[in-house]
């Protein structure tokens, strides 16, 4: 049996649940730039539409939608803010269902594909759409727990899962910055499949109105930042890149605000609750946000040589070789998957 949590919302003063179909709204309005094209996508009623919108604008006390003749519909600011805290709120809400489907299913002993590789990794959006392409186009299953790399690391030293998805930028060659990886790898025991290359760098409102390039303009504007949490990869960047410009982590306002995944690290700043995050390139086109370069790395899957020949395993790499994968990677910005299902020693680390 598989059970699956959903998240609503709730008027703290009335205790009045926001209409399931208000938000799928606001964001097909924000996509399409019309009120036509949205419900004509969502299949409502122009009646019904303006209904749910003028209800809840009333309740909340404030515009959600901007309406202008001749230029279409566009969310307000109080609209922008609702459907940005529901998308980082969901975001947070995803990386528990992974853990709670495998609770449920070595419980229950029943309810999830033969095929299955259980997977820690640094969150990654191309892994969370292979996840959900695979069981209906390849028979396989992943069972997929996000957290930081070295969690995810310490999680396959240890025996507890499968595959660990750890990324690292390319250039790093000091001994001291990739000890952390290393040390919860084996040399012999373990080998790395390549999955992506992705670019990361500054996530800012949209046309970078405080022109930044690195993070001394943080420091030097006095702008909000939204961090990484302890321990993931992205975090691991961020401290280095602090250290190399010469600055100390506590003189950025908003260090110690942390999120869990790119998409809510972006849902953040669109929201207007922080100037500046750090994360995916794909993340930020999603939220409409400008994005500034810093670093290109790599994502990889570790794996034990003992697992090579699993089924399920073989089974991975060939789609990460495939069309599937392909079809995948090529929809979000900002990744390349030349090399994708290449094996590799952990040497490769220092390459």
Same mark, same amino acid.
């Given at each position: 049996?598989?059970?699956?949590?959903?998240?609503?919302?709730?008027?703290?003063?009335?205790?009045?649940?926001?209409?399931?179909?208000?938000?799928?709204?606001?964001?097909?309005?924000?996509?399409?730039?019309?009120?036509?094209?949205?419900?004509?996508?969502?299949?409502?009623?122009? #009646?019904?539409?303006?209904?749910?919108? #003028?209800?809840?604008?009333?309740?909340?006390?404030?515009?959600?939608?901007?309406?202008?003749?001749? !230029?279409?519909?566009?969310?307000?600011?109080?609209?922008?803010?609702?459907? *940005? /805290?529901?998308?980082?709120?969901?975001?947070?809400?995803?990386?528990?269902?992974?853990?709670?489907?495998?609770?449920? /299913?070595?419980?229950?002993?029943?309810?999830? @594909?033969? *095929?299955?590789?259980?997977?820690?990794?640094?969150?990654?959006?191309?892994?969370?759409?292979?996840? $959900? *392409?695979?069981?209906?186009?390849?028979?396989?299953?992943?069972?997929?727990?996000?957290?930081?790399?070295?969690?995810?690391?310490?999680?396959?030293?240890?025996?507890?899962? $499968?595959?660990?998805?750890?990324?690292? @930028?390319?250039?790093?060659?000091?001994?001291?910055?990739?000890?952390?990886?290393?040390?919860?790898? #084996?040399?012999?025991? $373990?080998?790395?499949?390549?999955?992506?290359?992705?670019?990361?760098?500054?996530?800012? @409102?949209? /046309?970078?109105?405080?022109?930044?390039?690195?993070?001394?303009?943080?420091?030097?504007?006095?702008?909000?930042?939204?961090?990484?949490?302890?321990?993931?990869?992205?975090?691991?960047?961020?401290?280095?890149?602090?250290? $190399?410009?010469?600055?100390?982590?506590? %003189?950025?306002?908003?260090?110690?605000?942390?999120?869990?995944?790119?998409?809510?690290?972006?849902?953040?700043?669109?929201?207007?609750?922080?100037?500046?995050?750090?994360?995916? !390139?794909?993340?930020?086109?999603?939220?409409?946000?400008?994005?500034?370069?810093?670093?290109?790395? !790599?994502?990889?899957? *570790?794996?034990?040589?003992?697992?090579?020949?699993?089924?399920?395993?073989?089974?991975?790499?060939?789609?990460? #070789?495939? %069309?599937?994968?392909?079809?995948?990677?090529?929809?979000?910005? /900002?990744?390349?998957?030349?090399?994708?299902?290449?094996?590799?020693?952990?040497?490769?680390?220092?390459?």
């Amino acid at each position: 049996m598989r059970i699956v949590p959903t998240l609503s919302w709730a008027l703290v003063e009335t205790d009045e649940t926001l209409d399931a179909r208000l938000l799928p709204l606001l964001g097909a309005i924000r996509a399409k730039g019309s009120l036509a094209a949205a419900v004509a996508e969502l299949g409502l009623s122009y #009646r019904a539409a303006w209904g749910l919108l #003028r209800n809840f604008q009333r309740m909340l006390g404030a515009p959600l939608v901007e309406l202008e003749v001749g !230029r279409g519909a566009r969310l307000a600011p109080a609209g922008e803010k609702l459907l *940005a /805290g529901h998308r980082a709120a969901a975001q947070r809400l995803e990386r528990i269902l992974p853990a709670l489907a495998v609770e449920l /299913g070595s419980r229950a002993g029943r309810g999830l @594909p033969a *095929a299955r590789l259980t997977v820690t990794a640094s969150h990654d959006l191309v892994l969370a759409a292979l996840r $959900d *392409a695979l069981p209906a186009a390849a028979g396989l299953s992943l069972d997929l727990a996000f957290m930081g790399s070295l969690h995810a690391l310490q999680q396959f030293a240890e025996g507890r899962t $499968d595959l660990a998805g750890f990324h690292v @930028p390319f250039g790093v060659h000091a001994a001291g910055e990739l000890a952390p990886f290393r040390r919860l790898l #084996r040399a012999r025991r $373990d080998r790395l499949i390549r999955v992506v290359d992705r670019d990361q760098g500054f996530m800012l @409102p949209r /046309g970078n109105p405080s022109r930044v390039h690195g993070f001394r303009d943080l420091v030097r504007k006095r702008l909000r930042f939204v961090n990484r949490q302890r321990g993931s990869g992205t975090r691991l960047l961020i401290d280095r890149l602090i250290a $190399d410009e010469g600055l100390e982590a506590s %003189s950025l306002i908003g260090y110690a605000n942390e999120e869990f995944t790119h998409p809510a690290v972006a849902a953040t700043v669109a929201s207007g609750a922080a100037d500046a995050g750090f994360g995916l !390139r794909a993340a930020a086109a999603e939220y409409g946000l400008t994005f500034v370069p810093r670093v290109r790395e !790599r994502y990889y899957l *570790a794996v034990r040589a003992s697992a090579l020949a699993m089924p399920a395993v073989l089974r991975l790499i060939e789609v990460l #070789r495939g %069309s599937i994968f392909a079809r995948i990677a090529g929809t979000l910005p /900002g990744y390349r998957r030349e090399g994708a299902g290449t094996v590799v020693g952990v040497e490769a680390l220092d390459a």
